[in-house]
């Protein structure tokens, strides 16, 4: 209950400034602005990665970090081979936030897709890369590898980490 407290107080001073961090549109950047911009991308990770590994810490299951910078319940997934663009896959997934409420009523489907020509969350191609068939993986996700400063504009605000339950079909 105390980190939740603490990270409710760090959510709120940050939402308190009233700092710009993008320029009007067809504005330039100042070095001002890149360093705002950068300060804030690098708050927002650190704060995520600790809310992530505290939610971690929470469970009895183990979660093993990727190089990519998000987790998964699977070891070793990254010495497994690795499927290539071109190559074909069928999966879905499910969306959570780290309430564990799931933000959509039907999985997200992906049949007969062929990977390397088409646009997917970084951290679910990289895992589905990996993953067998049949085979499923819960992945943590940062914001900066689901839908970022935008979100989705449907039921993702932005810098939204996500729970990621996927399965290969």
């Given amino acids: 209950m ?29 070095e001002k602005d890149l360093q705002v911009s950068k300060n804030r991308a690098k708050n927002l990770n650190l704060m995520e990665r600790n809310q992530i590994q505290d939610w971690i810490n929470q469970q ?15 070891d070793n997934l990254e010495q497994r081979d690795k499927k290539k663009d071109g190559d074909w896959v069928s999966y879905q997934y499910d969306l959570y936030d780290f309430n564990q409420e799931k933000l959509y009523n039907e ?3 992906i049949i007969d897709a062929q990977l390397g020509k088409f646009e997917e ?5 990289d895992a589905v890369r990996s993953l067998k068939q049949g085979e499923e993986a819960i992945l943590l996700v940062p914001s900066v590898l689901a839908f970022g400063t935008y979100g989705d504009d ?6 939204m980490p996500l729970i990621i339950k996927l399965k290969i079909l």
């Fill in 2 to 30: 105390k980190k939740a407290f603490v990270f409710l107080i760090i959510v709120l001073v940050s939402c308190a400034k009233n700092t710009q961090v993008h320029p009007p549109v067809g504005g330039i950047l100042s």
């Fill in 60 to 74: 009895d299951e183990k979660f093993f970090a990727t190089g990519l910078n998000y987790w998964i319940n699977i």
């Fill in 107 to 109: 999985p997200i489907k």
């Fill in 121 to 125: 969350l970084k951290a679910i191609d």
């Fill in 154 to 159: 449907e039921k993702i605000p932005n810098d």
